[in-house]
């Protein structure tokens, strides 16, 4: 008693503005990105891969996963949107951690959003790039939708939270 770190659920509002604000952000990013083409690709690629080697550790997993997306708003070359991107972090970690818990396969399903990701920058097409972060984006919030907002404490602490099947 009276020891540890209270971490306080996340409503879904909060759910919501954040998965907006990450909408706003990454689409026009990833619009921007796809002017690097391969080069960026090549990096990308990387990228899922070393996120692919720790899909056992959801929270190593989450970690790769802001990296991947962190790469293709720093290479939008914006500061301002990266350093309100990075400000989002804590809560993308709770929530990420969070959907790839809860929602059996989605590990694998990130991991293909991905791939659509980089190849839309791959091919150099801003628009198809856009529209794979839209798709992802939306998976996404799919899965953070799941469960019942009690979960979140339990998720954050590392703690499995029992889920009724549906």
Not at 44 to 67: C, G, S, T
Not at 130 to 149: C, E, G, K, S
């Amino acid at each position: 008693p009276k020891k540890g770190a209270y971490v306080p659920p996340i409503t879904e509002a909060e759910i919501g503005a954040v998965m907006q604000a990450r909408s706003l952000v990454e689409e026009w990013c990833a619009r921007q990105a796809a002017g690097f083409g391969d080069m960026l690709a090549v990096e990308l690629d990387r990228l899922v891969a070393l996120q692919m080697e720790v899909q056992h550790d959801p929270v190593a997993f989450i970690e790769r996963d802001r990296e991947f997306h962190r790469t293709i708003v720093r290479a939008a070359g914006n500061p301002v949107l990266a350093d309100f991107y990075e400000g989002l972090r804590d809560r993308q970690l709770r929530m990420g951690v969070h959907a790839v818990t809860i929602s059996g396969g989605r590990g694998d399903s990130v991991l293909a959003e991905h791939a659509a990701i980089v190849e839309g920058i791959r091919r150099g097409q801003p628009e198809q790039a856009a529209a794979a972060v839209a798709q992802h984006l939306a998976r996404t919030l799919v899965a953070l939708r799941l469960p019942t907002a009690a979960s979140w404490g339990a998720v954050a602490t590392g703690r499995r939270p029992a889920v009724a099947a549906q």
